[in-house]
């Protein structure tokens, strides 16, 4: 039986798609029936890893332009699982900002760091229309 | 952002009546703790029993009302976090930052 699974999503610049895009996340790895992990927390963590780079291109990269897209891709390809978020800015250095030790009361600087802790791979490179962070975990 | 806000005492207690606290809605739990140290209250209480995802923006609009309420000489603690809520502040090791407790009536016995 293949077990290759890819989901495109493409939703306007605005923050109030992320809770669509976090739950077609959740949905996405409850249906990954031979995961013999803990789905929950990998579902949660999968969520948090997808919103915060949703959010992260919404608002940064895109600037809050809400003339813009965030196109998101999710597969799965036996036990590896690829994320990748397509903004249409202009970059950043994202190397720079998941060494950023965000101090305890610090109010932002902990959503890049996050990604970095639970994805195995986070490259961000140049795409046909602006920048695409591609993240990739292996589910054991 | 739904917010029930209950008033016990000098102590507020706001009640998070969402299921998701993330970049689209964390700002208005800010601008809400904002207008209660405006009005002098400053002891607040955070219940996110509704809760059950948090990503860093939520976490940064509480980090805000921690240090805003601590500013003014009051404090903010939270009460009844999700099992996967609660993993957020471990992950982030918030959970060293803020009182955290499994009920309201123990976070109000706290003040």
Request: aromatic residues 6%; contains cysteine; glycine residues 6%.
């Amino acid at each position: 039986m293949s077990k290759q699974i890819k989901i495109d999503i493409t939703v306007p610049n605005q923050t109030r798609y992320l809770a669509v895009i976090g739950k077609i996340t959740e949905c996405l790895v409850h249906s990954l029936g031979y995961y013999s992990g803990d789905k929950t927390e990998l579902a949660y963590q999968l969520n948090l890893v997808v919103t915060e780079a949703t959010a992260n291109a919404m608002c940064h990269a895109n600037e809050c332009d809400p003339s813009k897209q965030i196109k998101v891709s999710i597969s799965v390809a036996d036990d590896l699982l690829k994320v990748c978020v397509f903004d249409q800015g202009s970059g950043f250095d994202i190397s720079k900002l998941a060494k950023t030790r965000a101090k305890d009361t610090d109010e932002g600087g902990r959503g890049v760091p996050i990604i970095y802790k639970l994805m195995d791979r986070v490259d961000y490179v140049k795409s046909e229309t602006g920048y695409v962070l591609k993240m990739t975990k292996r589910l054991h | 952002m739904q917010l029930n806000i209950v008033e016990q005492g000098e102590i507020v207690k706001i009640e998070v009546q969402e299921e998701r606290m993330d970049a689209h809605n964390s700002g208005d739990l800010k601008e809400q703790m904002l207008q209660l140290f405006d009005e002098g209250k400053c002891n607040l209480i955070i219940d996110l029993t509704a809760v059950r995802f948090v990503d860093s923006s939520g976490l940064g609009a509480l980090v805000s009302g921690f240090k805003n309420a601590s500013a003014r000489d009051g404090n903010l603690k939270l009460c009844c976090l999700q099992p996967q809520v609660r993993s957020m502040f471990e992950l982030t090791r918030l959970h060293r930052v803020f009182e955290i407790f499994t009920s309201v009536e123990e976070t109000m016995e706290s003040f």
